[in-house]
């Protein structure tokens, strides 16, 4: 008798196991379901998701702002040849 409420506790413990381990997989598939495209896929899966698909900026915008003989210069950087520029010019 004792052995049969064993059996029956042990199925009870196994299915609510098995329970917890299907609810946990399912509030994934949930979380990744809500998930923008770009985490969820490597490359664009449509046409539409092409535009804005990258979201860095293809060129560096970096405004520098410098001291030059007491008189402050704005530099607005957007490629290697003006931070050498501007590099140039600080050494200068």
């Known amino acids: 008798m004792y052995l049969r409420h ?4 042990l199925e009870i413990l196994i299915a609510f ?3 917890v381990h299907v609810l946990g997989k399912f509030r994934a598939a ?3 379901a809500n998930d923008v495209p770009t985490h969820k896929f490597v490359c664009p899966q449509t ?9 860095q900026p293809l060129v560096c915008t970096v405004n ?5 003989t ?3 210069l704005s530099f607005s ?3 290697l040849c003006c931070l050498v ?3 140039a010019l600080i050494l200068s």
């Open 6 to 9: 064993l059996l029956i506790v």
């Open 17 to 19: 196991q098995t329970f």
């Open 30 to 32: 949930i979380a990744r």
């Open 47 to 55: 046409e539409g998701q092409e535009y804005g698909w990258i979201t």
């Open 64 to 68: 520098v702002m410098i001291l030059v």
């Open 70 to 72: 007491s008189a402050w």
């Open 77 to 79: 950087c957007n490629c």
């Open 85 to 87: 520029s501007l590099y």
